[in-house]
């Protein structure tokens, strides 16, 4: 029971990591139709920068990351205005095959700025575990956790009550009528990216304070993809329960099979659980059913 | 007599004959005998590195031209090209090893066991198009190399499995330029049989199934059947390409056909050119002589900017991120249609219009 209560926390902020960054990829989806398979590399760079200035100018933890978001920020902005803005209306292998490119020339930047390997985050939050009943958890999870939910519960508030959130929700609802009412898409567009690029680098901030910094962080926008068809491409609560849901499974079968068949399932399994949503229910939990007509 | 530098300036079929025809004006076919026998003249003139790596693009472009029929001619994304690939070196490799089979059973048994595969995860096709099938084939990726990397009885899990050359009687094909060989016979033929693909009912129901799946579905094609089969199709040249690959490297291991082996594969056929067998093959080449030149060009700058050897790795994803995004803008037909639009700028010259 102890060590169910351990995994299911474990699995809860993973999860709740996976639903920030799967909140920027369907965001991206809902208002530009885009997948973004760059979405790990934004995680990458985002993470990169907050630990650059954390451990080498020894800028205080929350201005680091402020400045990252602000960079972040303008990534995604100059990345949606550069590289995605002529393959809108495209067809899907352009648009899947030009965020493969991006992805692919923020990986090489990150390689030829950081090199190959893994650093770690200076400490940060208190090394003292907290204890609830039986349970252990370790303050940088505890924190994580935090941080996540305060972000969800933001862009919450910014979708229901900016008028800039309710223009991208106006316009992931009908482009053209959004347009004719003087919303401007394209700024909806960039906005989105901005918003992508930002939730991403908070979860690798995370993520790097977890489990340190390498490359290998990027597999994170992979995984993006069975939280995000779980909950439905282009939903965001369905993000937010996907990555929850995906987040405990992966950390159970970590516990309970990995040891059974060898180890690695666990890096498997949310892609098994893809193969599967895609057979029986291909929108997900909460995606629009879209009826195609001749 | 003709003025030789007059060019033809198009090609004007009277009757549907014609249209159809692999060889549409009759000198084609002496330019074509002509370029054949230069690839095969060639090896005699370069040295073996170089025919190695001619034979590593010959290895590609047969696997490009397989994911070609799928991508580019059927309009289905698939992003698990690597993973077939790793089926196909695989099935060869536990045949040949494990029960001693020749190169010659093995290959196409490869081809066809991958076949078998590739169909299996074509199924959900009928259902999903566009985006979720490209994240379906992702998925199938992912499981394929877990199974090949976990069931180490079989596979010999991550430590991979060591292969050898293919024997005809007493000769191995243990030379540079024997295998250079052999690829070209294959990939001629794959080439043949792929021309020839697009000029049957099979061919023209898979690129009608790309323009328009539901107007092909009118029209009497039977979508499930032609999508399966076209992923068979595809997948057993991948598989081919994977026992060729596998048993010129002698070694087969999960790391080689990871997800970057998928987007390499992407990749070549999109800087080629979608639907367009000699553009598979143009970028097949392209796509793997890239990083060699840029190692090269880098070897020649490293004298007046010593610091990058260092960044090659990092440089040569840039570099292959930048390429398929200028593709992508500039020309997304790829090198098949800058090709022939140098062709067509000569046809015309120098009254261009």
Known sequence: ?294 | MRNPFVMQCGEFHVNYRQDMAIWKIARVRWRIFFIVLCFAAFPMLATDYIVGLATLCGIAAIGAIGLNILTGFTGQISIGVGAFLGVGGYTSAILTTKLGLSFWLAAPFAGLVTAIVGALFGIPSLRLKGLYLAIATLAAQVIILFVISRWDSVTGGTAGLVLNRPTIGSFVFMSEKSYYYLTFVILLLTTIFSLNLFRTRVGRAFIAVRDRDIAAEVIGIDLFKYKVLAFFVSSFFVGVAGALLGHYTMIVSPELYSISVSIEYLAMILVGGLGSIFGSIYGAAFITLMPVVLREVVNLLSGTFPGLEGILVGMKEVVFGLIIILFLVYEPEGLDKIWRNIKDYFRLWPFSY
């Open chain 1, 1 to 294: 029971m102890e060590f169910f209560l351990q995994m299911l926390v474990t699995g809860i902020v993973v999860g709740s990591v996976y639903a920030l960054v799967a909140l920027g990829f369907v965001l991206i989806y809902k208002s530009s139709d885009a997948i973004n398979f760059a979405q790990g590399e934004f995680l990458l760079v985002g993470t990169y920068v907050c630990l650059t200035l954390v451990a080498s100018y020894n800028i205080p933890f929350i201005a680091a990351l402020l400045i990252t978001l602000a960079f972040s920020a303008i990534l995604g902005f100059a990345v949606e205005k550069v590289v995605l803005r002529p393959f809108i209306g495209k067809p899907v292998i352009s648009m899947i095959m030009a965020t493969i490119g991006l992805s692919s020339i923020l990986a090489g930047i990150v390689h030829i700025i950081w090199g190959h390997e893994t650093r770690v985050y200076p400490p940060i939050f208190s090394e003292t575990p907290i204890r609830l009943g039986k349970v252990i958890i370790t303050p940088v999870y505890a924190w994580s956790f935090v941080i996540v939910i305060a972000w969800l519960i933001l862009l919450s508030a910014f979708f229901k009550y900016s008028r800039l959130g309710i223009a991208m929700r106006a316009t992931a609802d009908d482009q053209q009528a959004a347009l004719s009412m003087g919303i401007s898409v394209k700024m909806v567009f960039a906005v989105a990216w901005a918003i992508a690029a930002i939730v991403s680098s908070v979860g690798g901030v995370l993520l790097g304070n977890i489990n340190g910094v390498n490359s290998s962080l990027s597999m994170i926008g992979l995984k993006v993809l069975p939280v995000a068809i779980l909950g439905g491409l282009d939903s965001i609560q369905g993000a937010i329960i996907g990555g929850l849901i995906i987040g405990i499974i992966e950390s159970m079968t970590g516990g309970y099979l990995d040891p059974l068949v060898g180890g690695g399932l666990k890096e498997v399994v949310p892609f098994i659980i893809l193969v599967l949503i895609l057979m029986v229910k291909p929108y997900g939990l909460f995606g629009k059913k879209e009826i195609e007509r001749v």
